[in-house]
């Protein structure tokens, strides 16, 4: 019970952050409980997530498969990381 009390505090202290720099109140609030929603759902799913990726291996895979996914998969991963930088460097964003 503790570690859901600590959690609870944590994201009430994360909101009222938020919350007191917010300009446009109600479309900050809307960002924020969006994060907070967010922030929650990747903590409880990362750490199972994290386990599964760790014990994964390739046996019984087709070498091709496993190509694609060791060589090919993370070239196309910075391609598009790349892409979504020039496309907001064009437009003006961050």
């Known amino acids: 019970m503790k570690v ?5 505090k944590m ?3 994360v909101f009222a952050f938020f919350v007191c720099f917010a300009k446009n109140t109600k479309a900050e609030v809307n960002k924020v409980i969006a994060i907070v ?8 799913l990362l750490p199972s997530a994290l386990v599964n990726l760790a014990g994964g291996n390739y046996t019984g895979v087709d070498p091709a498969v496993k190509t694609i996914t060791i060589v090919l998969l993370p070239i196309l991963a910075v ?4 892409l979504i930088f020039l496309a907001k ?4 964003g961050i």
């Open 4 to 8: 859901w009390e600590k959690l609870k």
């Open 89 to 92: 460097k064009k437009t003006g």
């Open 79 to 82: 391609l598009a990381i790349a």
């Open 37 to 44: 929603i967010a922030l929650y759902i990747a903590g409880a």
């Open 11 to 13: 994201f009430a202290m």
